[in-house]
């Protein structure tokens, strides 16, 4: 608390001025104010935070990422993919914390808005009655001023008409100032009595103004605190979702340092291999000496065809039943 700053601080020299007053409520309804910004910053934040979350989790489980992927890798995108849905649902977590704090800053509002509310009624009917005094006193004494003047005008009419001749007209002058006397004396009762009225009125509307300076000035430091811890606990969520983010991604990064491309290729290997022999070359083979194209037992199937020198021509040999002659064929032209 600091004090009684606002009741030392806060007064005027003109009895119907409520500059201080109105100065200290102008203050009060700027804090409240911005403590109703900070609400709606809360509640559209919270919105973003939903948002995020939802339309992350949306990606984690609809949208394929490495979906053929096998062995450690393939663990490693599974980790991956249920962490981001861990924090999705935890932004989505956060959002509702944050409305949450919302309604406890709107709560808070309300709360100061009723308390404040009484100081407020109390404040305008002392501004009321003590401005209502104040017309009735000033009214009072106009009409004090205005009864002295005309006492001082009945006793300048006797003095000059002390040497008349016409008794009965004298005597209408000093009924007139006996009355004017009588019209004084009440009117300064009269305004004797309002003047203290407005004394009493004015020491009751200081106390309320200080006893309101008082409410209102602990009001301010407590919606300050309000509102400084409010802050203070908003970025502390925050940084709790960051480090329960970086807590899964932590997960995936454990997961990652397990993965063994060794493994992997050896998986994949193992689970997909086909065969270690691969296919023989294909062999010539002459169309009229078939047994001739065998491959002799003991040797390597097929010689390098890159390395294999040009084929033989045929040559026209009688006593070879593998080779006929050309002069055997004859070609017929129709």
């Known amino acids: 608390m600091t004090g009684s700053l606002f009741k030392a601080n806060f007064w005027s020299t003109d009895i119907l001025s409520t500059v201080g007053y109105d100065s200290i409520i102008q203050h009060l309804n700027n804090g409240r104010k911005n403590c109703k910004e900070f609400e709606e910053f809360l509640k559209e934040r919270a919105a973003i935070e939903e948002k995020y979350g ?96 005309d006492k001082d005008e009945a006793e300048q009419a006797v003095h000059r008409n002390a040497n008349m001749a016409n008794q009965k007209q004298q005597e209408k002058l000093f009924v007139k100032l006996a009355t004017s006397k009588t019209a004084v004396e009440d009117s300064d009762k009269a305004y004797m009595l309002h003047i ?30 309000f509102f400084r811890n409010a802050l203070w606990v908003h970025m502390n969520q925050l940084s709790q979702q960051c480090v329960k983010s ?63 020198g040009p084929l033989p021509v045929p040559k026209s040999v009688p006593d070879d039943p593998a080779y006929s002659l050309v002069d055997d064929y004859s070609l017929l032209y129709q």
């Not at 004494?141 to 003047?149: D, G, H, L, M, V």
């Open 54 to 149: 939802k339309d992350l989790l949306s990606l984690s489980r609809k949208k394929p990422c490495g979906q053929s992927e096998i062995n450690t890798l393939k663990r490693a995108l599974e980790v991956f993919k249920q962490q981001v849905d861990n924090v999705a649902q935890c932004h989505i977590q956060l959002a509702q914390t944050l409305r949450d704090e919302a309604r406890k800053m709107e709560e808070f509002r309300e709360k100061q808005k009723q308390q404040r509310k009484k100081t407020e009624i109390v404040m305008d009917a002392a501004h009321k009655q003590r401005n209502l005094q104040f017309k009735k006193t000033m009214d009072a004494k106009k009409n004090y001023e205005q009864k002295c003047r």
């Open 196 to 225: 203290n009225t407005l004394d009493k009125i004015r020491e009751e509307w200081q106390s309320e103004h200080i006893k309101a300076c008082e409410v209102l000035e602990a009001q301010e430091c407590e919606r300050i605190n």
């Open 246 to 308: 970086d807590e899964m991604y932590e997960q995936v990064r454990k997961t990652l340092e397990m993965c063994s491309i060794e493994k992997d290729i050896e998986y994949f290997v193992n689970q997909r291999k086909t065969g270690q022999v691969p296919p023989a070359p294909i062999m010539y083979e002459n169309f009229y000496c078939p047994q001739r194209n065998a491959v002799p037992s003991g040797k390597t199937a097929g010689p390098n065809l890159a390395r294999r």
